[in-house]
Every structure is written in C-alpha cells, then in structure tokens.
C-alpha cells in the first residue's frame, strides 16, 4: 500500500514539473521566433510566423526529451531499491 501511495505522489509531483518545464520551454521558443522575426524577417504576419514556429517545435526532439522527467527519477529510484535489496 505505500508503494503505490509512492507512486500517486510521484506522479502527481512529476506531472506538475513536466507542465512547468513543458510551459517554460514554449514560451522561451515563443520569444525566440519573436525575436527571430523582429530581427531577421519583419515582412508577413508575425503571430502566422511564431505559430508555425510553435507546430514544427511541437514535433521536435526537445519537447520528447522534456519527458525525461518521469523516466529519469523511475530510473534512479528502481536502481536505488536494487541496490539496497539485493547487494
């Protein structure tokens, strides 16, 4: 029973950094491509340039590695409990 109240908890805390670290990420690129397009292009419309920015970051590797959030402490806490039962 505390294994799974672990895991609830676990969850529900690395839910919340992935969506503060999924929101943080966007918006940085959300400036970027703004800044790009102040910069760099100033001819078209600007919000059709930072949205199409935003779709081709969707499909991006970054926003995949982002899940790293949940793989990376299941790792460290499977290996924890190895080690500590079996060596």
Same mark, same amino acid.
Request: no cysteine.
């Given at each position: 029973?505390?294994? *799974? =109240?672990?895991?609830?908890? !676990?969850?529900? %805390?690395?839910?919340?950094?992935?969506?503060?670290?999924?929101?943080?990420? #966007?918006?940085?690129?959300?400036?970027?491509?703004?800044?790009?397009?102040?910069?760099? *292009? =100033?001819?078209?419309?600007? !919000?059709?340039? %930072?949205?199409?920015?935003?779709?081709?970051?969707?499909?991006?590797?970054? #926003?995949?590695?982002?899940?790293?959030?949940?793989?990376?402490?299941?790792?460290?806490?499977?290996?924890?409990?190895?080690?500590?039962?079996?060596?």
């Amino acid at each position: 029973m505390a294994l *799974i =109240r672990l895991f609830v908890i !676990a969850f529900i %805390v690395l839910s919340i950094v992935y969506i503060s670290v999924s929101l943080y990420s #966007r918006a940085v690129r959300r400036d970027k491509l703004g800044r790009e397009w102040d910069e760099d *292009i =100033r001819e078209g419309d600007r !919000a059709a340039f %930072v949205k199409a920015g935003l779709k081709e970051y969707d499909g991006s590797l970054r #926003r995949k590695l982002i899940l790293g959030v949940y793989v990376i402490p299941a790792v460290i806490v499977a290996t924890i409990i190895y080690v500590v039962n079996y060596w």
